[in-house]
């Protein structure tokens, strides 16, 4: 009888060992695999940081660019409140006024 009960405890002990054994390797394998994601995520935001900061230098050029043309040209209304604008693109007529030059430089043509 002594034996039977010696070769069970023994059994119990070593089922008990095992899930001891499993739990730990879960517990390491789960910091392991935290650690990793951690490290992606830095990795990712930091390309993300990059790639932003890029790209926003891209933006604010076209957009500085477009402002400084836009800000340079020359008014689109003469001084006599009429615009030199075209109605409509299709349009081949021009009901605004002319500049004095434009009007010279066609009569020599």
Do not use: C
């Amino acid at each position: 009888m002594n034996g039977i009960v010696r070769e069970r405890r023994n059994d119990n002990a070593t089922i008990i060992q095992k899930f001891i054994r499993g739990y730990k390797v879960r517990l390491s394998t789960l910091e392991i695999q935290k650690e990793i994601h951690l490290v992606m995520n830095f990795d990712f935001f930091d390309r993300m940081k990059i790639k932003m900061h890029s790209d926003s230098q891209v933006l604010i050029a076209y957009h500085w660019r477009k402002y400084y043309r836009r800000t340079r040209r020359p008014p689109l209304r003469a001084k006599g409140g009429k615009s030199n604008v075209r109605a409509r693109k299709g349009s081949n007529k021009d009901y605004g006024a002319k500049d004095a030059k434009t009007v010279q430089s066609q009569k020599t043509m």
